[in-house]
């Protein structure tokens, strides 16, 4: 019997709610138990490009709206959150 990997990565955003400011840093950590992250793991606001960065990723936010990221393993399994 083969085992498959069908779990998509764990997300978690970080930001700062306290405060009312013109823009916000969003922090992103991810990874991924099963065979690691894509090389190319992270896109924002459903995009159609995929970006190279570390598990630490960041992004800055300048007007409001609902924004996300979706991250993907190795293997294609994506996670999504808002």
């Known amino acids: 019997m083969t085992d498959f990997d069908l779990v998509g990565p764990k997300v978690t955003i970080h930001y700062d709610n306290s405060t009312r400011e013109k823009s916000k840093t969003i922090t ?11 090389s190319t793991p992270y896109r924002y606001h459903n995009g159609t490009s995929w970006s190279e960065w570390t598990n630490k990723a960041s992004y800055k936010i300048t007007s409001n709206g609902v ?12 996670e999504i959150k808002e």
């Open 28 to 38: 992103v950590e991810a990874y991924d138990t099963g065979v690691g992250l894509h």
């Open 67 to 78: 924004y996300g990221i979706e991250v993907r393993d190795a293997l294609g399994n994506t």
